[in-house]
């Protein structure tokens, strides 16, 4: 049983290309080795860039769809399902738990490639419930953090929270000729990625939900705040014992971070 000195660890992963969800490469076996030094979760939450909605909601059937959601890929990527069971139940709980928003049990979603493509690498045998929260467009960064910090019960009880996006993304920067080439990024990307590890080291976490008063550095890396916001998921939930640990902490196709954060013993 978990206990308040031995809550069950976060996760920010940095979900990058979808053809990760199918590759043997250094990002998805990072993925694989961290979930077998982590306890045993009894269910995962995710909060993937990938689901934004008007309001907040979390999926709430028994079986959740494996969503396809990305295009110009190879076929075998289309493929792949993750059939995971859903639970209802944490949902239900996650409506009675979130005073800061009214929440939204969801029967359409399912999980989407921020959330599959990195938990069928640490969880290849689909036996963990997962249910996904979403991101509401409308809420503020502050709005984010706050709503976040409610999920904390849930570290308590054995739930892996997973926040899956991108600290540094952005698509129309992409340098696809050099997608071959290991741990290219602009000078932007590495200075952003650099600041925002030196404000989570620091627990300065006002300065990252300030991200847009950062300068320029950071308006490059986050020209949009979807594949920031579940960073800000996954900080709010960190207790002052907890520990930081990076992994994948590269840059890739110059203006792309993967860097992942542990939050809490493992």
Not at 10 to 28: C, K, R, T, Y
Request: proline share 6%; aromatic share 10%.
């Amino acid at each position: 049983m978990m206990t308040d000195s031995n809550l069950m660890p976060v996760l920010f992963l940095g979900h990058g290309s979808p053809m990760n969800a199918i590759e043997d490469n250094e990002f998805s076996r990072g993925w694989a080795a961290i979930s077998h030094s982590l306890p045993d979760p009894k269910a995962i939450l995710c909060i993937s860039a990938h689901w934004e909605t008007r309001g907040t909601q979390v999926t709430a059937m028994e079986i959740p769809r494996t969503i396809h959601d990305f295009g110009g890929f190879p076929p075998q990527l289309y493929e792949v399902q993750y059939p995971a069971p859903g639970s209802p139940e944490l949902a239900k709980e996650t409506v009675a738990t979130i005073t800061a928003a009214e929440v939204v049990l969801d029967q359409q979603w399912g999980l989407d490639h921020g959330c599959w493509s990195v938990i069928r690498h640490m969880y290849p045998n689909a036996d963990i419930p997962v249910i996904q929260m979403s991101l509401d467009h409308y809420r503020s960064p502050l709005q984010h953090y706050e709503l976040a910090k409610e999920l904390s019960v849930f570290r308590k009880k054995g739930v892996l929270i997973i926040g899956s996006g991108n600290m540094v993304h952005n698509l129309g920067m992409v340098a696809w000729d050099r997608m071959n080439e290991p741990e290219f990024g602009y000078d932007w990307a590495l200075e952003a990625g650099s600041i925002m590890k030196k404000y989570i080291l620091s627990d300065d976490h006002r300065q990252l939900i300030n991200y847009r008063e950062q300068g320029e550095a950071f308006r490059m890396a986050v020209p949009t705040p979807e594949h920031y916001l579940p960073l800000l998921y996954a900080l709010a939930l960190k207790g002052k014992n907890d520990t930081i640990s990076f992994l994948n902490d590269k840059a890739v196709m110059g203006s792309l971070t993967m860097t992942s954060i542990v939050i809490g013993k493992y």
